[in-house]
């Protein structure tokens, strides 16, 4: 039961992050703005990370198959991708190589800044 009413509560930010989309006079993704919602929500405190944990590791835990659509689409349409095969390798590493690079210097930032913090205590 205790899972039900997470992903109530997911689908419910969810939710908001849809109306509020709606609602805004310029262009941002619901998913975007659930997700938003979600970490202020969280950042606030008035969502504690361990009331959703049952629910975020079932879903965590079955990720892959949220991929199985995307890759069957990517199959479906092999004939038209066949053309750009090598644009598409190319941004496929340079995105790759920019996320290595963003997730490094956030994690030696936040190892900083704890380290900083540390010392002051």
């Known amino acids: 039961m205790k899972v039900t ?10 939710l908001v992050g849809i109306y509020c989309s ?17 970490f202020v929500l ?12 049952e629910t975020t590791d079932v879903l965590l835990g079955n990720m ?12 479906a349409h092999l004939d038209i ?7 598409l390798l190319a941004v496929c590493l340079v995105t790759t190589l920019l996320t290595f ?9 936040a190892v900083r800044l704890q380290h900083k913090i540390q010392e002051r205590h």
């Open 22 to 38: 709606r609602l805004l006079p310029f262009p941002i993704p619901a998913s975007v703005l659930s997700m938003l919602v979600l």
């Open 42 to 53: 969280l950042l606030s405190r008035r969502v504690a990370p361990s009331s959703l944990k």
């Open 81 to 87: 991708l066949r053309d750009d095969v090598f644009a």
């Open 5 to 14: 009413t997470q992903c109530g509560f997911l689908f419910f930010v969810c």
């Open 101 to 109: 690079v963003a997730s490094f210097s956030a994690v030696a930032v």
């Open 64 to 75: 892959v198959f949220f991929f199985i659509p995307s890759g069957v689409r990517i199959v």
